[in-house]
């Protein structure tokens, strides 16, 4: 383990390590100024504080009667609409988003990532609990891990959380997605909560896990969360080579993984409040491999282990001046096992160990009771050790800081900021990337053109950029120094509309279209070069997505004890590349034309019945792609998916029963070319509240 005082005294810069130190301070002055003017209290404040906490609405949340007016793209899934889900992961649940492709190399421990409105993976951060997942070594987040158990609500924006008042992190993405664990609740007088889960099914699955709330005092609580992935990841899938037609078994997915997290919420007198997160996740899993050259069977494995804690403190968001700070730590593992691989030293044998330290403190101050202003200071440092033969050892700084001012009007929002971005590179062995200097501005606004608020309007612009990994830059024999940041800029135009009834038999409408527009250069790719294990990391050309997303939703009563549910999300997407002047006229690979998705549910007494259909049109695999290149392309697929679900009580508990059906008609598909998907499967989910 490293010491950490000491690697700050000699990896930051000087030139940085002032920043860094001057930028921290800066909140501690805010406060100091702001209590002289927090002195006299104004209601008029307070009244408007309550009203602008209304700004973030779900618009899948249509049961509630509330109304989405946030100035950028939401999508959100929570409580009940989660659970009704054919679901086992995030991953499965964000694939009903749209403009969202998902990347599943099939089964249960199958790496699983996101790719949001085309911009790749690495333009999307993932949020737990307010503060970021990172990963410095590939910057990807496998959503496969993060299971459902214990995550009440998944929230998706395009362009960034529109809120001012947060980490400078939540400003430096392309689009944000927010995961929040179950927070704990208690009737009067309840003092403990606890629900135990089991869930087995095909795959030789076995997945018991808990849940357990208790409340310590009144201001005082504690969760922990606990759950066990086991199987055997066995599955048949049919393969075709053009000669023959065949069935075959899907080997080396099994998996063995543990999860278990706990934390404290306290709440204080004047209603600030703070949080403390432990978390650690372990895991041991087959690789299947790409189904290629008569190849079927595979023995490569991973190991994994997560570590974080993370801890918030922030206070009363109704006064004039608040102030949060953020504080987290992480340390992860991963070792890569290839028998079939051999290398000078033996099989490949690749270990990695990560550490992540990040600090942050946001400020926020309300100027009128209509114009707040922010700044947002972070600091990360990220160091990355292998025992890869000529590896550079990396350590990076980063620092960000912003800028944001809202003015928000009776029917007007407009929000702005400017993200600054400074990261230094060093190794302990060959060369850096050296220092990183970008600022990177976005513009949000809303309007309601009528006086019933049920319809709004909504646009913005973001610039924003991403850096190369440590893989892109410092893998051996694959990383490029001279690689240049991916700049991305963003472009939407869309509406809202929301509307509750009474007296009819429809009880609520919801329904948000966007158009937009997203540039991007320098793309980073991955070229193949002296064999399949050597690649070379360039960038190529440009970039260049329009795109259009529509979203249905409406609740409505079929008599007096049937409750009924339905939604169609639908997305068109035009990706092109363009390289040395030349456009290609067929989509980036992985990049359907044609999306979308319909879920239905209906409640009867203490019955639930579920359904849903997910449709992805034709893609490409290669960026060489035309209509006389079929071995690019992949066909279209399609799911269909059931569930029923049963509500008793059981010694006074309530308890839950879910039979789940998925790909009800044995469908052959692969997401990713040679990476066969399992057909029809089953899953039986029991829970049971103490």
């Known amino acids: 383990m490293r010491n950490y005082t000491s690697v700050f005294k000699h990896v930051i810069p000087a030139k ?18 702001a209590k002289a003017q927090t002195t006299k209290k104004d209601s008029t404040v307070a009244d408007t504080s309550r009203i602008r906490n ?26 009940p609409e989660l659970e009704r889900l054919n679901s086992f992961s995030v991953a499965d649940a964000i694939k009903f988003f749209s403009g969202v492709q998902l990347k599943d190399y099939g089964g249960i421990g199958g790496l699983k990532t996101i790719n ?58 392309a689009s944000a997605l927010y995961l929040q664990t179950i927070r704990p609740k208690f009737e009067d007088g309840q003092r403990t909560r606890m629900r135990i889960g089991f869930k087995t099914g095909s795959f030789g699955l076995i997945n018991p896990s808990v849940l357990w709330q208790q409340k310590l005092s ?39 993984a543990w999860r278990v997290e706990a934390g404290l919420n306290g709440q204080l007198a004047d209603s600030s409040g703070w949080s403390v997160k432990v978390y650690n996740y372990s895991s041991e899993r087959g690789l299947p491999g790409a189904i290629v050259s008569n190849k079927f069977s595979f023995s490569q494995r991973q190991w994994d282990r997560n570590t974080f804690m993370q801890s918030s403190w922030q206070t009363n968001s109704n006064k004039r001046y608040s102030l949060m700070l953020n504080a ?6 991963q070792r890569y096992l290839d028998p079939e691989y051999i290398t000078d030293e033996g099989v490949l044998d690749n270990r990695f160990h990560q550490h992540e330290l990040y600090l942050s403190a946001a400020n926020r101050y309300r100027i009128t009771p209509v114009w707040d202003v922010a700044l947002s200071t972070d600091y990360q440092l990220n160091t990355l050790d292998a025992n890869l033969y000529h590896f550079a050892y990396p350590t990076r700084n980063t620092f960000l800081t912003a800028l944001a001012s809202q003015l928000k009007l009776k029917r007007f929002n407009l929000q702005a900021s400017v993200l600054g971005t400074f990261v230094d590179d060093k190794v302990k062995a060959f060369e850096s990337a050296g220092n990183k200097t970008e600022f990177t501005p976005a513009v949000t606004a809303s309007w309601q053109p009528f006086a019933d608020n049920g319809f709004l309007l909504r646009a913005f612009y973001k610039n924003i950029f991403r850096m190369p990994t440590f893989n892109d830059l410092y893998y051996t024999y694959i990383g490029n120094t001279l690689l240049k940041p991916e700049y991305a800029k963003q472009y939407d135009l869309g509406f809202t509309y929301s509307r509750s009834f009474s007296n009819s038999p429809i009880t609520s409408l919801s329904i948000q279209t966007d158009a937009y527009y997203n540039k991007v250069k320098d793309k980073i790719v991955a070229i193949p070069g002296a064999n399949l294990y050597r ?65 239905a549910g209906a409640e009867y007494k203490k019955f639930e019945l579920n359904y849903s259909y997910l449709y992805t049109g034709m893609r490409y695999t290669q960026l060489s792609n035309n ?22 009580i059981i010694y006074k508990r309530k308890t839950k029963l879910v039979l789940e059906i998925n790909n009800l008609l044995n469908q052959d598909r692969e997401i990713i070319a040679n990476f066969p998907m399992p057909r029809r499967f089953y899953r039986l989910k029991i829970s049971y509240n103490i």
Not at 19 to 30: D, E, I, Y
């Open 16 to 33: 940085l390590a002032g920043k860094v130190a001057c930028c921290l301070s800066l909140p501690f002055l805010l406060l100091n100024t």
């Open 54 to 79: 209304l700004n973030e609405v779900q618009i899948q949340s249509s049961r509630s009667g509330l109304r989405n007016t946030s100035p950028t793209p939401l999508q959100i899934i929570k409580g």
């Open 116 to 173: 949001v409105r085309s911009l790749g993976t690495n333009h999307t951060a993932v949020f737990y609990d307010g503060m970021q997942m990172g990963n410095a070594q590939n910057g990807q987040v496998d959503l496969g891990r993060i299971s459902l158990d214990n995550i009440e609500e998944i929230a998706l924006y395009s362009g960034q959380k529109s809120e001012i008042y947060q980490p400078a992190k939540a400003f430096s993405a």
């Open 218 to 256: 009144d201001n005082i609580s504690s969760t922990v969360s606990a759950e066990w992935t086991k199987a055997d990841g066995i599955y048949k899938y049919r393969y075709t080579n053009g000669v023959y037609n065949t069935t075959l078994t899907r080997d080396n997915s099994d998996i063995d």
């Open 328 to 333: 987290k730590y992480a340390d992860d593992y």
């Open 535 to 599: 690649w070379i990391m360039y960038n190529i050309g440009n970039v260049s997505i329009k795109g259009l997303e529509v979203n249905l939703q409406t609740t409505w009563k079929a008599g007096s004890e049937v409750n009924v549910n339905a939604a169609v999300n639908y997305t068109y997407q035009q990706a092109r590349y363009t390289d040395q002047g030349v456009t290609f006229a067929y989509n980036i690979p992985y990049i359907p034309l044609h999306s979308g998705s319909f879920t």
């Open 627 to 648: 209509q006389d290149h079929i071995y690019n392309q992949l066909e279209p697929w399609y799911t269909h998916d059931a569930s029923v679900g049963y509500n008793t």
